[in-house]
């Protein structure tokens, strides 16, 4: 195997000289493997040898992936006098296809393992292939959704219409967007979904891709939440109740010890005229009966376990009902400033007995950080909070509230009482944002606090709303 004569390129892939005519190719190379040798034997027998992919390692350590093919040499009488070999470095070519199954093999790891729903479909809204996930939402089979149409998945009929047509007509309005449909499983169950389809040119057309997300768990946790924060609410307003006990004895043993005396009062004027006394007395006795029931009425509401119901409601009224339930137990002065008159019959659209509780619960630590104080007050203000916005604050002449606190105040379980359980303002916060408002902490000056919350106003649908005194009433346990 001599050489008769050889190309630049085949000197340069071997780092040949190029002073190598009559030199044995095993001479020149002497690290070229025996396998070589046997193809040159092949070739001079007169078979052609070749191989697409072959490693060769040069001297310098390279390694290179040649394609190759050997031939025999044949002279004018078909007598074999040696061979040709043709090479070609195709190690460029083996790397790309390297990464290539590389990056097919990565792809259809992330496919098969991802938690979320991956389907592709053609141009024809036809699916053409479904991740485990997707199979396990949808519950089908491994071969079940392969043809099938894409809209079989979601039960929105204009969601399913904008998926499949889009390799129709081309229709763009869905791609890359986010946005939660309703899916629909095999069994037929409804299921909220979230769906977010992107687009692949390939050469054969057009290519799209869904990834979906099952919001099922999601959605019932969140209604485990809720419904655990509504039970923390009740019993947050339990606990409330429980330091009302005192306060509502009192309360009601005064009307109950009035309709008693009215009653005696009756029997004797009855007894010594013979016919029924003054209709006044029957008057006064069905008073006193209504304030007693009026107060067992108001804290039955406020601690029962009931469903949230939103109503359109005044905001004086929200703020008369809180304040007879606190000055059940309070010892402050407790005050209403002025009401502007543009907010005189304000109303706003929310659950009564959430609201109240906020009110309750800000008048409650009002209470407690003023008592220390030898004249405790309380300002309950209403004011203007913007175009459609009302504010209702709590000011107290109290202790205030530490400034490495003030960032902490709405934490859950985070309190300043030392016997506080870390809920009261936590909660009051969530009511607000469900209402669509916002709740706040400020200083008062020179001292104290001021807490406050903002609702959006409601029209009152033309009723008379019950409104605040236009000049400063004052109340008390007294009262």
Known sequence: IRYLGTSARWRDIFELDRDIVGKSHFDVAPGAPDEWRAVCRRALDGEDVRAEQDLFVRVDGLHHWLRWEAQPWRLGSQRIGGVVIFVEDVTE????????????????????????????????????????????????????LIGRAVETLTREPAASDEVSRMG????????????????????????????????????SGRLFVAIMRDLSPIEAERRRVNLLRAELARISRMNDMGEMVAGLAHEVAQPVAAIRNFSAAWRR?????????????????????????EILTSLRNFIEKRQPERCVVAVAALIDDALKLVLLRSQAKIARAPVPAELADACVRADPIEIEQVLVNLLRNADDA?????????????????????????????????????SKLFSPFFTTKHDGMGVG???????????????????????????????????????????????????????
């Open 168 to 203: 129709r007509d081309g229709s763009m309005n869905v791609i890359g967007q986010r946005r939660v449909v309703r899916g629909r499983r095999k069994d037929g169950e409804i299921f909220p979904l979230e769906l977010t389809v992107s687009e692949a040119g390939l050469d």
């Open 269 to 293: 004027a009855l007894a010594l005229a013979g016919k029924p006394p003054d209709m006044n007395l029957l008057a006064k006795i069905e008073e006193q009966a209504r304030r007693a029931s």
């Open 425 to 479: 303002l936590s909660i009051s916060k969530g009511v607000v944002e469900r209402h669509g408002g916002t709740i706040a902490f400020r200083p008062n000056r020179p001292r104290g606090s001021i807490f406050e919350f903002e609702l959006p106003l409601q029209s009152c649908g033309g009723r008379l709303a019950k409104t605040l005194e236009t000049s400063k009433a004052e109340f008390s346990v007294a009262d």
């Open 93 to 144: 070519r083996v790397r790309i296809q390297r990464d290539l199954r590389e990056n097919e093999r990565r792809l259809n790891a992330i496919f098969e393992t991802a938690m979320d729903a991956i389907v592709t479909f053609g141009g024809d809204g036809a699916i053409r292939s479904a991740n485990p996930a997707a199979r396990e939402i949808f519950g089908y089979g491994a071969e079940e």
């Open 370 to 406: 003023s008592m220390d104080r030898e004249a405790p007050e309380i300002v309950v203000e209403i004011g203007k909070a913007g175009p459609e916005r009302v504010r209702i604050s709590v000011a107290d002449n109290g202790v205030g509230i530490p400034p490495e606190a003030a």
